[in-house]
């Protein structure tokens, strides 16, 4: 209890989410880069996950339309580096800024309203 559990579920969402339902006092969880079915979004909001979003991710369609639908106050930026690749080189921790500029054209807010949002959900997060 009490942690906060970044989770990789690439094609285990729903293993991933039948274990957070079976412990639901093990933590926050933050799925990490999800990439589940719009239903399993659904029930990973309903279980109370957050998400991790990055530059790459954002970059397919599959990612934008995902973190379209993600609940506002539960979203965080990461850049996933230097794992994942931004205009051919390898993602770097500033590069999330890159992820907030996308959200803020998904969401269809201005850029600081989004920075706002998700510095904000920082704060919830770590308090």
Not at 44 to 54: D, E, P, Q, R, T
Not at 70 to 80: G, H, K, Q
Not at 94 to 114: F, K
Request: charge should be neutral; hydrophobic fraction near 45%; aromatic fraction near 8%.
């Amino acid at each position: 209890g009490g942690r906060i559990m970044s989770l990789h579920s690439r094609r285990a969402a729903a293993e991933v989410l039948d274990a957070l339902a079976a412990r639901p006092e093990a933590g926050t969880p933050i799925l990490h880069w999800f990439s589940g079915s719009q239903r399993e979004l659904l029930r990973a909001i309903s279980l109370g996950c957050w998400f991790s979003v990055g530059p790459a991710m954002l970059a397919g369609e599959k990612g934008r339309v995902l973190a379209a639908k993600m609940p506002r106050d539960r979203v965080l930026t990461e850049s996933d580096g230097p794992f994942a690749q931004v205009e051919g080189r390898q993602a770097y921790p500033w590069d999330a800024a890159r992820a907030a500029e996308t959200l803020a054209q998904l969401w269809g807010e201005s850029l600081s309203s989004v920075e706002w949002q998700l510095a904000a959900n920082l704060r919830a997060l770590t308090a």
